[in-house]
């Protein structure tokens, strides 16, 4: 096991010392085994027990030093400028059979100097739907932190009722947020900003040390406007590939978002049924804020705000700042837009758009809202019916002379758009009603049975295994009245 406490080393500045709060009866869950070894976690050697005890923080291993992060963020739009880990102990970081540096965090293990008037615990049904969250979003090709561990504490929490406690282990690129940047922006702390963002660099953007002439001191404006583009291309393919599968991030707030461009923090998220661009199911997202259809929005405001905290580092002269940085924020926009069309064009089987094919795209999406069609389902149709003739008389009941036009547009290579479209178009995903009802079932019998089942089919979700049929339905009621939480 290669161990770092890199983040630590970064000093006060950053971070709180600080051990996670022993929990009384550690018991192991569940342990992501392909991950631990991709970890070079040597789990083989230690018994369930002992695991337990380390991924509880029980026991810290030998090498990691717990430190609770110090970050601001911009929720539903307002800044806080205090926020940090209440609630999570990042132990330090693994490097992974990749020679990647991963970060190894607990949450759900304990008050630290940012709790507030928080407990520092999580309940068991947000870590377990954490767990299978992240791995389905893995597997759906989305790029996400994962989950390394759950482990029960044998206490309880209170969330308006008792509620069994959990610790859950998160694996992540880094943990380091547009709101770890902004909270040395907001303190006008540059030196500590010139410090965050020599660490981001090396860690996540090594071509950009290469390409720039290195040195601790001060960044030149160059890298700095280098780095900002990076870390915005980044967020495309994420929020992308949420705009493909349907997910629905529900708390994209500015702590929430981070600069490796993975998702980060499963509390509210939830799948879209029926596609309709104001798809929300987050109970405090009144305004729809984080809608399914704002995200792409959404994420260029995150990543305003991001470029704001770079200002200082790029001149010392606002205005020509403001105006070096303006046109990577223009590219942002285009190359998503190009983006979410070309995904979109994936979906339908078609590679070398034209725009005309732009116009298609949208008539789809217009009948799919008026219709009130299930996202998912239709193009597993779609795609079926490139080799099933059978499908065609019900797709054009539903969809009209718009799937005529789109029959015509695949009709000289209908064998390679059915290879786009089942790469691209999941025939599962994680439904709210199964996670639910797994999470139910786990929670009153404590036997993790249907967890696993449904785990064993959200890991292939473009394979058709024999268990798959049981979690493609769709709810009888659009999830009208399903709400998510926040507190994980
Ligand atoms: P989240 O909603 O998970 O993004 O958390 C937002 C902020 O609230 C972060 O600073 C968390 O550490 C903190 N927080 C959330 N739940 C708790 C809790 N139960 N105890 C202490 N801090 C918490
Ligand atoms: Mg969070």
Redesign the pocket.
Known sequence: MQISTQYFQLGKAFSERTSPVPVAKPELLLFNKVLASELKIPYEQYDDETIAQYFSGNQIIKGFTPIAQA?S?H?FGHFNPQ??????HLLGELTDTTGQIKDIQL??SG??Q?????????ALGPALREYIMSEAMFALGVPTTRCLAVVATGEQ?YRERPYAGAVVTRVAASHIRVGTFQYFAARKDTESLNKLTHFAIARHFPEIEKEHESSQGKLSSEKVLTFFNAVAQKQIPLIISWMRVGFIHG?M?T??TAISGETI?F??CAMMNNYHRDTVFSSIDKYGRYAFGEQMTIMQWNMTRFAETLLPLVSDDEEQAVELMQPLLTKLHQNLTDNYMKMMAAKLGITNMTSEDHTLISALISLLEEQALDYTQTFVKLTQSTLDESLHHELKAVLGQWFELWQKRIAVDKTAAHALMAKNNPLVIPRNHHVESVLASCQESGDLSSLHALLSVLKQPYQQLEQTINYQDAPIDNDENYHTF???
């Open positions: 970050y963020g929720q926020l940090g880990d209440g609630r999570a949450k759900g008050v630290t940012f709790s507030r008037r928080g407990d520092g615990r999580c929490v708390v707030n702590d929430n923090d509390g509210p926040c507190g994980t």
